[in-house]
């Protein structure tokens, strides 16, 4: 069992900066892939970034690639989501996942949710 916290969410002005943590409970964080996802009222929630047990592999959403990076700290049963160039889109929930599958990027593949963390982007 994982649970998972987000943190570091708010609002910030577009082409503003935030930097998302997500800390899991637990022994065996570096057991697990790890991803974000997003979701905006009214839409379903989406892939965002990934990144795998070692941190080396990573992954993005092609609408974040370029704006937003991906790490962990295995130490600190941390994963972090930096995010660059913010444009009023990326508006929305941002969740944490953790999952058994690697290179997961379908939300089915992630066992573990946290409670998500809002980002308001204004214009």
């Known amino acids: 069992q994982v649970q998972l916290v987000e943190s570091g969410g708010g609002l910030v002005q577009a082409g503003g900066s935030l930097r998302l943590s997500c800390l899991a409970s637990?022994?065996?964080?570096?057991?697990?892939?790890m991803g974000w996802f997003r979701q905006a009222p009214g839409k379903e929630r989406g892939f965002v970034a990934a990144?795998?047990?070692?941190?080396?592999?990573?992954y993005f959403a092609d609408s974040v690639k370029g704006r937003f990076t991906i790490s962990r700290d295995n130490a600190k049963n941390t994963v972090y989501l930096q995010m660059n160039s913010l444009k009023p889109e990326d508006t929305a929930v941002y969740y944490c996942?953790?999952?058994?599958?690697?290179?997961?990027?379908?939300?089915?593949?992630?066992?573990?949710w946290g409670q998500g963390t809002q980002v308001t982007v204004a214009s």
């Open positions: 996942a953790a999952s058994a599958v690697i290179d997961a990027m379908r939300i089915d593949d992630y066992l573990y």
């Open positions: 637990g022994r065996t964080f570096s057991s697990y892939f």
């Open positions: 990144v795998s047990r070692s941190g080396i592999r990573i």
